[in-house]
Every structure is written in C-alpha cells, then in structure tokens.
C-alpha cells in the first residue's frame, strides 16, 4: 500500500502543474485518474487500479473545494496522512 501511496503522490506532484481554475476541471480528473491507474497498475490488475482511483479522486473532490486546495494540501501530506486519506478505497 505504501507504493501505491507514493504513486498517488506522484499523481498529484505531475497534475500540480496544469492547476489554473477554482474546482476541478476535466484536465484535472482526466490526468489524475490516468497517471494513479499508471503507477496502481503496479501492484493492481487494471481493472482494481481504476476502482481504487476513481475511488481517491472522489475522495479528493470531496475533501477539496478545489484543484489548487487539493494540490497544496496534498503536497504537504506525510506518507501517514496520505494512506489514512485513500484507506476508505483499499
């Protein structure tokens, strides 16, 4: 779970720099859902990686008002804060 944690980080290090609007965008989900079901597929068949990331981007635009909210905040998030957010989709 830890590297899955790690590739959602990712997810949201590489979405961070597309982030110009209040709420989320279609870019937003689009690059979200396709770079966390890139690097879940790892440790996942394709079809869990894409339950387990719709899952966490619902997560995420549910916690977050925002793009830039969710990117700021999850940013800074330790590895222990970031497993507790995507604990409800494992």
Partial sequence: MK????????????????????????????DF?????????VNLSTSKAESYCNCVLGI???????ESEANKKMLNMSMNDLTELV????
């Fill in 87 to 90: 604990e409800p989709c494992k």
């Fill in 33 to 41: 859902k396709r770079e966390c079901i890139k690097n879940a597929k």
């Fill in 60 to 66: 995420v635009m549910t916690k977050y008002g925002s």
């Fill in 3 to 30: 590297k899955i944690g790690i590739s959602l980080l990712l997810s949201i290090i590489f979405i961070s720099c597309n982030n110009t609007n209040n709420g989320f965008s279609n870019v937003f989900k689009d």
